[in-house]
C-alpha cells in the first residue's frame, strides 16, 4: 500500500495523442477552447471558434474533433488531472508520517478542490454541469486516488476507524463538490467552506 508521504507517482490513464501532420494542433486546441471558457462560459464553445482562435481552419480541427463532443470530452480530461494535479502539489508540500501530517494532507486536498473551483468558476461548470462527462471511471481517476490514499493514511494512523473509512471517498467528494458548486454559484458565502469541513472532520471522526 502506498501512503501520500511516500511521494510514489499515482497512475492515471491518458488518451493517446493523435500524430496528425501539426503535431502540437490537439493540445492547442485543447487549450484554446480552456481559455474561451474561462473567458465566455461553456454554453459559448464551438469547435469552428476554438480553430478560428488557434489560427486554423474548422477542417484542421476535425481531424482531432470530429465534432464538439469530443472536443469537450478532451478539455474535460485535461481539466480533471489540472484539478488533481493542484491537489497533489498541495499534499507534497506536508511533510511527516504521523497522524497530524495525515490530517493536514487530508485537508489540503479538499482546500485544493475549493480554491480551484474558486479560481476558474467557468471550467469548474464544464467539467461538472453536463457538459462533458469524465472518460473513465471515478475509482481509476487520480483526483480520486490522492483521497483513497488520504483516507487510508488517516486509518493507519488510528485517525479514523474502519467503519468511518468505508465509502469515504464518495462522502468526502460529495460534501466538498457540494459546498464548492454552492459557493461559486452563489447560495452561500465562501466563509461556509469551513463549516462544511468541519462537519466533515466530525462525521469522519477527526477531533
Known amino acids: 500500500m502506498t501512503y ?4 510514489a507517482p499515482v497512475p492515471i490513464k491518458t488518451a493517446p495523442k493523435n500524430t496528425y501532420h501539426h503535431g502540437d494542433l490537439a493540445d492547442s486546441l485543447v487549450q484554446s477552447a480552456i481559455s474561451l ?8 464553445l464551438s469547435l469552428r471558434a476554438v480553430a478560428a482562435a ?9 481531424h482531432y474533433f470530429p465534432d464538439k463532443t469530443s472536443l469537450v470530452t ?3 480530461r485535461s481539466l480533471f ?3 488533481a494535479n493542484k491537489q497533489e502539489r498541495a499534499v507534497k508540500k506536508i511533510n511527516g508520517n504521523n497522524a497530524k501530517a495525515a490530517i493536514e494532507r487530508f ?5 485544493a478542490y475549493f480554491e480551484w473551483a474558486l479560481a476558474q468558476p467557468n471550467l469548474y461548470r464544464l467539467i461538472y454541469g453536463g457538459f462533458c462527462a469524465p472518460s473513465f471511471e471515478n475509482n481509476e481517476s487520480k483526483a480520486w486516488k490522492l483521497l483513497e490514499a488520504s483516507l487510508d493514511e488517516l486509518l493507519y494512523f488510528g485517525v479514523i476507524t474502519k467503519e468511518s473509512r468505508e465509502n469515504g471517498e464518495a462522502f468526502v467528494w460529495a460534501s466538498v463538490h457540494g459546498a464548492s ?3 461559486i454559484e452563489g ?3 465562501k466563509e461556509a467552506y469551513m463549516l462544511i469541513i468541519s462537519r466533515v472532520r466530525k462525521s469522519l471522526g477527526i477531533d
Not at 501520500?4 to 511521494?7: G, S
Not at 471558457?37 to 459559448?44: I, N, Y
Not at 488557434?54 to 476535425?62: E, F
Open 81 to 83: 488531472e489540472e484539478l
Open 4 to 7: 501520500l508521504w511516500q511521494d
Open 181 to 183: 458548486s454552492l459557493i
Open 54 to 62: 488557434v489560427g486554423v481552419s474548422p477542417s484542421a480541427g476535425y
Open 74 to 76: 478532451a478539455v474535460g
Open 187 to 189: 447560495y452561500m458565502p
Open 37 to 44: 471558457v474561462k473567458k465566455h462560459g461553456p454554453d459559448q
Open 107 to 111: 485537508q489540503e486536498l479538499g482546500k
